[in-house]
């Protein structure tokens, strides 16, 4: 432990792999630079207090929860209405063609009446043209 405590501050720079700029070899780590286990114990105290706990998971973890679910019932709330607006729609819809297919019959029943009505006008015409031959050869 006292290796790493009281190791040189970086690399060597006169290794082979060091990119760092030679320095001179009277630059040694100050003994600022070195800590005692009573600070690294501190460092490591404040940064677990940092630390993100379980309970601090569980928190987010149920408010994300409570935001997927209210905007699942905002979404189920629009499909509901969606749904009425689409029944409706299909009634109406229903309806429509309902109306128009009695228009489609009336409209065949009254072109076979009128066809009809048409013969027999045409028939009586022929029947008082007959008459009026037979009249005038008398």
């Known amino acids: 432990m006292d290796e790493f405590l009281h190791a040189p501050c970086g690399p060597d720079p006169s290794s082979p792999t060091s990119k760092m700029a030679p320095t001179s070899p009277a630059s040694t780590c100050s003994t600022a630079d070195t800590t005692t286990l009573a600070d690294i114990g501190a460092e490591l105290k404040r940064m677990a207090k ?64 009128i066809l009809a009505m048409r013969r027999q006008l045409e028939d009586q015409d022929n029947r008082s043209r007959r008459n009026n031959i037979r009249r005038g050869k008398i």
């Not at 940092?50 to 601090?56: I, Y």
């Not at 929860?65 to 209210?70: G, P, R």
């Not at 699942?72 to 499909?79: F, R, S, Y």
């Not at 009425?84 to 429509?96: N, W």
Request: aromatic share 2%.
């Open 50 to 113: 940092k630390m993100v706990t379980k309970d601090d998971l569980t928190h987010l973890t149920n408010n994300i929860y409570e935001a997927i679910k209210s905007e699942v019932n905002g979404l189920k709330a629009e499909i509901k209405a969606q749904e009425h607006r689409i029944q409706q729609v299909e009634k109406r819809a229903q309806t429509t063609e309902d109306h128009s297919t009695a228009t489609d019959t009336a409209l065949k029943r009254q072109g076979t009446l």
